[in-house]
């Protein structure tokens, strides 16, 4: 997994390349960690995501969680099999829990 950062003020985007699972979690996690201070819009750019396992998607809650109490985060770009596989099984809890924002390229407003 690759995560490439690109700050603008006090915006911060993480596009995620690669497998978000068990093994590349914590890297992830540690970015989280250290990077959100001053933070209130972060974005995951999910373009090149090619799979993404339970342990990423505590990531993206934990990190959601946070970025409640200092703005807002959204999903972008999430694939055909993150929108069908992922999002959609896991929707239940991830918009009447959370209120993650997601946005694909594939479904247009799938949710929001």
Known sequence: MTITKEANGSALTLKI??????????????????????????????SNLDYISSAGLRVLLSSHKKMSAQGSMKVINANDFLNNRIFRYSQYRISNNTNLKIRSTVYKGAAD
């Not at 497998?19 to 250290?34: D, G, Y």
Request: net charge negative; aromatic share 6%; hydrophobic share 35%.
């Open 17 to 46: 390349d690669g497998r978000l699972e068990t093994t590349t979690a914590p890297e992830l996690e540690a970015v989280i960690k250290n990077e959100l201070d001053g933070v209130t819009e972060l974005t995951y750019d999910f």
